[in-house]
């Protein structure tokens, strides 16, 4: 059964730093397109930043220059580097792995972004 697991969310301080990651078991993120998403309370979900099998990447324009998707093919993990992080920041975060057949999706881990 596909797995996504997410870890290294928490509570940091404006202008701080998280790195997320995302873990997947029995699916190879390296030739799927994974996406980080976030919902924050009483808000859709929206995409974050996504990672194609070929290593292009897109951000959404509230977080271009700040955060950074990247993959480690050997340890199968996508991660979420944030930098500069600012109370709007604040949400779940999920990944996303766009299988052959449906998307798969991991549990979440908050973030919140408060002084």
């Known amino acids: 059964q596909v797995q996504l697991v997410e870890s290294g969310g928490g509570l940091v301080q404006p202008g701080g730093s998280l790195r997320l990651s995302c873990a997947a078991s029995r699916i190879m993120v390296s030739i799927y397109t994974v996406g980080w998403y976030r919902q924050a309370p009483g808000k859709q979900r929206e995409l974050v930043a996504a990672?194609?099998?070929?290593?292009?990447?897109n951000y959404a324009d509230s977080v271009k220059g700040r955060f950074t998707i990247s993959r480690d093919n050997a340890k199968n993990t996508v991660y979420l580097q944030m930098n500069s992080l600012k109370p709007e920041d604040t949400a779940v975060y999920y990944c996303n792995i766009q299988g052959p057949i449906r998307g798969y999706w991991g549990q979440g881990t908050q973030v919140t972004v408060s002084s």
């Open positions: 990672i194609t099998s070929g290593g292009s990447t």
